[in-house]
Nanobody, 125 residues
Framework: QVQLVESGGGLVQAGGSLRLSCAAS????????MGWFRQAPGKEREFVAA????????YYADSVKGRFTISRDNAKNTVYLQMNSLKAEDTAVYYC??????????????????WGQGTQVTVSS
């Protein structure tokens, strides 16, 4: 099991930027892909982005493609989500997650076994 702690959420105006961080501990971070998900009020949790162990494979949801960038620093056991050109519809609790299988880069939340507590992102229009 891995412990995940997100940070960097907050309130931002539409068009602004935020960078979320997710610090991992408890197992070999560099052998696991990582993902970001979000859940807006009244909606189901949805996939945002995922990155492979060394960053060579990256996936994005269509809704964030071109605006969000996922990256990782294996030396710091941290994964990031840079969010630019934020929109009101990006308002949600954002979660980082680690998949159950090493070296996998899934986009489905059922393939993720470890989750952070979430960080709130609110975009005012």
């Amino acid at each position: 099991q891995v412990q995940l702690v997100e940070s960097g959420g907050g309130l931002v105006q539409a068009g602004g930027s935020l960078r979320l961080s997710c610090a991992a501990s408890g197992r070999s971070f560099s052998t696991y892909g990582m993902g970001w998900f979000r859940q807006a009020p009244g909606k189901e949790r949805e996939f945002v982005a995922a990155i492979s162990t060394r960053g060579g494979t990256i996936y994005y949801a269509d809704s964030v493609k071109g605006r969000f960038t996922i990256s990782r620093d294996n030396a710091k056991n941290t994964v990031y989500l840079q969010m630019n050109s934020l929109k009101a519809e990006d308002t949600a609790v954002y979660y980082c997650a680690a998949p159950s299988r090493p070296f996998s880069v899934p986009t489905g939340q059922n393939d993720y076994g470890s989750w952070g507590q979430g960080t709130q992102v609110t975009v005012s229009s």
